[in-house]
């Protein structure tokens, strides 16, 4: 059956070329590139296979690389049966082909309907500019909502340190003020001193005039005070009638002299309901021994001694007057 089969005696192709020159090139050049592209496919299958591990056509491919190699084996054997007639292997080989292709073309049009899902350069692109398109509108909807936060930031902010009656500094915002200029004290020493600030006989204006018009007066004297003190100075809220001031750099003498304007601009104020008001400041200024706490309780016990003096006088903290 070898023998047979590998009997290369029967007559060789060329004879029917007759040998001349030119068919031979024609059938021989146009075998040989075949033979040669058909070698080199199944290798570039394989290799784009390898890198693009996220297709799933595998199947597939070895099918069609084997179809190309029987298809590159055919044409070999056809350049070889120029000088010897193996027609027997030829005709295997071109078998072997024709179930090869068989197969391929069966699995082919079986995996067609999922080679047409196969989104196309143009849909892709589409698809590229919708993205893009939806990529602005988020940008612009995230910038959108850090404005938005912003904004809802800072009426936050603004309303934990404001006061809503009179539109100075609130408490916490007054405390801050006060707990910065004692870093700032403890690191360079620079002298501060505080008002603590309090109306007299507040409770009547509310039992005659009403809370609204109590919040009208506690609001007039916020922005009396406001005007009287330094742009670095700042004044708060710091609880019911009372109002907190913070002056930086400043000396006992000179603090004293600004209670005494704020008091007299308070005195003079021009009321609704030609309501008149007092207050009663206690002055204290910073020392080594002193912490920010403390130095409240020392400017509210001058405070209370202006209140027992007889109100609508500043008085100033001394250490040697008032006990600890």
Same mark, same amino acid.
């Given at each position: 059956m070898f023998d047979r089969l590998f009997d290369g005696s029967l007559m060789p192709h060329g004879h029917c070329l007759l040998w001349? =020159?030119? @068919? @031979?090139? /024609?059938? @021989?050049?146009? *075998? /040989? &590139?075949? +033979? $040669? %592209?058909?070698? @080199?496919?199944? !290798?570039?299958? $394989?290799?784009? #296979?390898?890198?693009?591990? *996220? #297709?799933?056509? *595998?199947? #597939? %491919?070895a099918l069609f690389a084997g179809f190309i190699a029987f298809c590159g084996a055919s044409h070999l054997a056809g350049v070889i049966n120029i =000088?010897?007639?193996?027609? !027997? +292997?030829?005709? &295997?080989i071109k078998f072997a082909t024709g179930l090869v292709s068989i197969v391929t073309a069966f699995f082919l049009w079986k995996l067609m309907p999922t080679f047409i899902s196969i989104p196309s350069l143009g849909m892709l692109k589409q698809r590229n500019e919708e993205l893009e398109r939806l990529r602005a509108q988020l940008e612009e909807t995230n910038r959108s909502l850090e404005e938005k936060v912003k904004e809802r930031t800072a009426m936050l902010e603004k309303q934990a340190n404001t006061d809503a009656v009179t539109g100075v500094a609130s408490r916490f915002a007054i405390m801050n003020t006060l707990s910065r200029s004692y870093i700032t004290y403890q690191r360079y020493y620079r002298p501060f001193s505080i008002l603590m600030v309090d109306v007299d006989h507040f409770k009547h204006v509310n039992d005659n005039h009403g809370h609204q018009a109590g919040d009208e007066v506690l609001a007039a004297l916020a922005h009396c005070i406001s005007e009287t003190i330094r742009a670095t100075d700042k004044v708060g809220r710091y609880g019911g009638e009372e109002f907190l001031v913070v002056l930086p750099e400043t000396p006992q003498g000179a603090a004293v002299e600004l209670a005494e304007r704020v008091r007299k601009n308070i005195e003079q104020l021009a009321l609704p309901q030609n309501i008149s008001i007092t207050c009663s400041i206690g002055v204290a200024t910073i020392t080594k021994d002193t912490t920010d706490d403390g130095l409240i309780t020392q400017a509210d016990k001058a405070l209370y001694s202006a209140k027992h003096a007889g109100r609508n006088q500043v008085v100033v903290f001394d250490k040697n007057q008032f006990t600890s």
């Amino acid at each position: 059956m070898f023998d047979r089969l590998f009997d290369g005696s029967l007559m060789p192709h060329g004879h029917c070329l007759l040998w001349r =020159w030119d @068919l @031979l090139f /024609l059938h @021989l050049g146009g *075998d /040989l &590139m075949t +033979v $040669v %592209a058909y070698s @080199l496919i199944p !290798f570039g299958i $394989v290799y784009f #296979l390898r890198k693009r591990k *996220d #297709l799933k056509f *595998d199947g #597939l %491919a070895a099918l069609f690389a084997g179809f190309i190699a029987f298809c590159g084996a055919s044409h070999l054997a056809g350049v070889i049966n120029i =000088w010897h007639g193996y027609y !027997f +292997v030829e005709g &295997m080989i071109k078998f072997a082909t024709g179930l090869v292709s068989i197969v391929t073309a069966f699995f082919l049009w079986k995996l067609m309907p999922t080679f047409i899902s196969i989104p196309s350069l143009g849909m892709l692109k589409q698809r590229n500019e919708e993205l893009e398109r939806l990529r602005a509108q988020l940008e612009e909807t995230n910038r959108s909502l850090e404005e938005k936060v912003k904004e809802r930031t800072a009426m936050l902010e603004k309303q934990a340190n404001t006061d809503a009656v009179t539109g100075v500094a609130s408490r916490f915002a007054i405390m801050n003020t006060l707990s910065r200029s004692y870093i700032t004290y403890q690191r360079y020493y620079r002298p501060f001193s505080i008002l603590m600030v309090d109306v007299d006989h507040f409770k009547h204006v509310n039992d005659n005039h009403g809370h609204q018009a109590g919040d009208e007066v506690l609001a007039a004297l916020a922005h009396c005070i406001s005007e009287t003190i330094r742009a670095t100075d700042k004044v708060g809220r710091y609880g019911g009638e009372e109002f907190l001031v913070v002056l930086p750099e400043t000396p006992q003498g000179a603090a004293v002299e600004l209670a005494e304007r704020v008091r007299k601009n308070i005195e003079q104020l021009a009321l609704p309901q030609n309501i008149s008001i007092t207050c009663s400041i206690g002055v204290a200024t910073i020392t080594k021994d002193t912490t920010d706490d403390g130095l409240i309780t020392q400017a509210d016990k001058a405070l209370y001694s202006a209140k027992h003096a007889g109100r609508n006088q500043v008085v100033v903290f001394d250490k040697n007057q008032f006990t600890s």
